[in-house]
């Protein structure tokens, strides 16, 4: 099943997880949209030719949703009854954090095993190097900022371009140096207003007629990017500001080889942990390697900025 927010890479888990099941001759069944479909039971049989080219595809087939019904404990013991009913007797759950605390509850509860794959463009998950759609999402964004620089240098203007990241600037800081932005703003560094400000007086000095500035949506400087782009207006007329959003596009396209790969890494190993009577695990990629993280540990565990990238930002927006 996949839960939550959708990630390039979900279509790809999923394939991994069924097709790992048939080569081990373990009938395989797919949840439709999450936790609200194992309320109703809504699920469908899946084999090796039923995940056929999907691999390639953004999304999940399977569908996600929120389930206000699955927080309640009827509507858990509800879920249990559709599974034990369908005969289905362990889950792989592919989300993020509210997919991983949802399935960790369960498992409390009704002893049922399960093993998350992490599925969140973010990358906000502890125990995991890389989420599934992280690198799909930086490689959407670095294109999409290329083409705004063109436009930016064209005009002489400054664009503020906001990416998601709520409460981590991973898809900031990482584009932002792929990019080549003048400056990057994530919630775990405060930059503030006045640097911000000398910091763009300081290009403009050395002769840049246009710059990009990076903005993760949780980034702490002003309420929002648009009371960014008043402030800079008000105290440095001389440029010419505009704001791109960039939203929900990000989460979407053809999922990167990369992630690709890595769902495909993740989904034998979800498997193959549940067949060794593994349970309450997270999949997880570390130096390259797959590795099994406590469930409780990836959801209240936290991500750490890279703090080198950081460095190497400072040195580059010289």
């Known amino acids: 099943m996949t839960s939550g927010g959708d990630a390039p890479g979900m279509n ?9 099941c048939a080569f081990h001759g373990i009938a395989c069944s797919g949840v439709y949209r999450g936790y609200e479909g194992m309320i109703e039971a809504d699920f469908i049989n899946l084999d090796a030719r039923s995940v056929k080219g999907i691999i390639n595809k953004g999304g999940t087939f399977l569908k996600s949703a929120r389930s206000k019904e699955f927080r309640t404990k009827e509507g858990r013991i509800k879920a249990y009854n559709s599974l034990k009913a369908a005969n289905i007797d362990a889950l792989v759950c592919i989300g993020g954090d509210g997919t991983f605390t949802g399935a960790l509850i369960f498992n409390q509860e009704f002893n049922f095993p399960v093993i998350g794959i992490p599925g969140t463009i973010d990358n906000d998950i502890f125990g995991t190097s890389h989420t599934l759609g992280y ?13 705004i620089r063109d436009t930016a240098s064209s005009h002489n203007r400054l664009f503020f371009v906001e990416v998601m990241g709520r409460d981590v600037g991973h898809i900031a800081l990482n584009v932002g ?33 246009s710059s990009i500035v990076v903005v993760a949506e ?13 402030y800079v207006e008000e105290h440095l007329p001389e440029y010419e500001v505009r704001v791109s959003v960039l939203g929900h596009m990000q989460r979407g396209g053809s999922p990167s080889c990369f992630d ?59």
Not at 12 to 20: K, N, P
Not at 139 to 146: A, F, H, L, R
Not at 306 to 318: F, G, P, Y
Request: cysteine-free; proline content about 2%.
């Open 177 to 209: 140096v792929g990019a080549g932005a003048e400056e990057i703003l994530i919630p775990e560094e405060d930059l503030g207003l006045d640097r911000l400000l000398e910091s763009l007086t300081r290009s403009k000095e050395s002769g840049k007629s």
């Open 135 to 147: 690198d799909t999402t930086l490689n959407t964004v670095v294109d999409v900022i290329d083409k």
């Open 260 to 318: 690709r790969v890595l769902a495909s890494r993740m989904g034998v190993k979800a498997v193959e942990s549940l067949l060794e009577g593994k349970s309450n695990l997270m999949v997880g990629l570390s130096s390259d390697k797959i590795q099994l993280t406590p469930l409780e540990k990836a959801i209240k565990g936290q991500s750490k900025i890279n703090k080198e990238l950081i460095r190497v930002s400072d040195i580059m927006t010289t």
């Open 218 to 230: 949780g980034d702490k400087i002003g309420k929002n990017v648009f009371e960014l782009k008043d």
């Open 12 to 20: 790809a888990a999923i394939r991994a997880v069924v097709r790992t």
